[in-house]
């Protein structure tokens, strides 16, 4: 029974990865998702706030020291100053040195600058691939379309130059045109698409009127928006395909995998149960291969993608007018 996968270049024993998560903080939860079976792990990520933070401290302290605090409008660009969460760049090197399986580092922003040189440095450290998460929540009524989907194609631009390693981007579902929007991508250099990020919705306190962050784990549910896409670019697209929200359980690997994604990443699910739960993942996925005849992964990706229909428009209308036909009371 052959579970193999290539994705961004990867060889993986499997398909399921770690995705960032605060579980990839922990070099000795690291080693137990490898000995579970985890065949990659995505680091958490590195934000761009927090880069420009340490940016603009180690400025403030240089100046500080020259006498000049009170000057700061006066202080030489930082680009080519070697600062920022060092934490992170250790992260990246031990967790490279503690495992054997790939290991990918993940950079969090919105916009292009200098924060993208640690696209560099993550590299340097010994990350096997590198995933962009992009995460842009428009709020601007004068910023269009076209203008948030070209920050995102001049981040992914600017990243590609300064590395030789593979890169992904970590897509949300809301763009007007996703296909359209991922060929760009491609287009511009991108060696995987993850889809689909999850953007965190806060909840609101109407007694002490303050906006609470209100953190959720994926359900099920949230599986099937994933699916849609990957059916949808894996037919048109060669590039690899990544999924992650709403993974659970064997079956949902398996569809991932049938609409096309190369690795599929899980987090909510790990959380839960823990890194045993990989295993348990990995004796179903083999047992229902086994019940149904198939020899390898690779013989069931992409196998129900849309480009397997002759007429994609009219079977998803189809589809929707059976899907509100299928109610009853």
Same mark, same amino acid.
């Given at each position: 029974m052959d579970l193999t996968s290539t994705y961004l270049g990867l060889e993986l024993t499997n398909p399921i990865l770690l995705g960032a998560c605060p579980l990839g903080t922990d070099l000795d939860v690291l080693r137990q998702l490898e000995d579970a079976g985890c065949a990659g792990v995505v680091l958490p990520s590195l934000f761009? +706030?927090?880069?420009l933070a340490a940016v603009h401290a180690q400025l403030e302290m240089e100046s500080a020291g020259a006498g000049f605090a009170e000057a700061q409008s006066y202080l030489p660009s930082p680009d080519g100053y070697h600062v920022g969460p060092d934490q992170y760049l250790e992260l990246v090197a031990d967790a490279k040195k503690a495992l054997s399986i790939p290991v990918i580092g993940s950079l969090n922003g919105t916009t292009p600058g200098g924060w993208t040189d640690y696209a560099k440095k993550i590299q340097d450290a010994g990350a096997d691939a590198l995933e962009l998460n992009i995460y842009v929540l428009p709020f601007d009524i004068g910023e269009s379309g076209e203008s948030v989907e070209q920050? !995102?194609?001049?981040?992914?631009?600017?990243?590609?130059?300064?590395? &030789?390693? @593979?890169? &992904?981007?970590?897509?949300? @579902?809301?763009? &007007?045109? #996703?296909?359209?929007?991922? /060929?760009?991508?491609? %287009?511009? $250099? =991108?060696?995987?698409?993850?889809?689909?990020?999850?953007?965190?919705?806060? %909840?609101? %306190?109407? +007694? +002490?009127?303050?906006?609470?962050?209100n953190l959720r784990l994926s359900t099920a549910d949230e599986l099937r928006l994933r699916l849609r896409w990957l059916a949808v670019l894996s037919g048109q697209l060669d590039v690899s395909?990544?999924?992650? $929200? $709403?993974?659970?359980?064997?079956?949902?690997? #398996?569809? !991932?995998?049938?609409? $096309?994604a190369h690795a599929v990443q899980l987090v909510s699910a790990l959380l839960i149960h823990g890194p045993d739960h990989i295993g348990r993942l990995l004796e179903a996925i083999r047992f229902w291969m086994t019940e149904h005849e198939y020899e390898s992964i690779r013989q069931m990706q992409g196998s129900m993608n849309? =480009? /397997?229909? @002759? /007429? @994609?428009?009219?079977? =998803?209308? !189809?589809?929707?007018?059976?899907?509100? %036909?299928?109610?009853?009371?």
């Open positions: 761009e +706030e927090e880069i920050h !995102a194609i001049d981040v992914v631009t600017t990243v590609k130059n300064s590395v &030789s390693i @593979p890169v &992904s981007v970590k897509l949300s @579902p809301f763009y &007007s045109s #996703l296909p359209h929007f991922a /060929k760009k991508l491609v %287009d511009v $250099g =991108a060696d995987g698409l993850v889809i689909f990020n999850r953007f965190y919705q806060p %909840d609101l %306190d109407i +007694e +002490e009127l303050d906006v609470l962050p395909l990544g999924c992650t $929200g $709403g993974a659970h359980n064997a079956v949902d690997v #398996l569809k !991932a995998v049938m609409t $096309g849309l =480009a /397997k229909v @002759p /007429k @994609p428009k009219a079977f =998803a209308r !189809a589809n929707y007018m059976r899907m509100l %036909d299928s109610w009853q009371q």
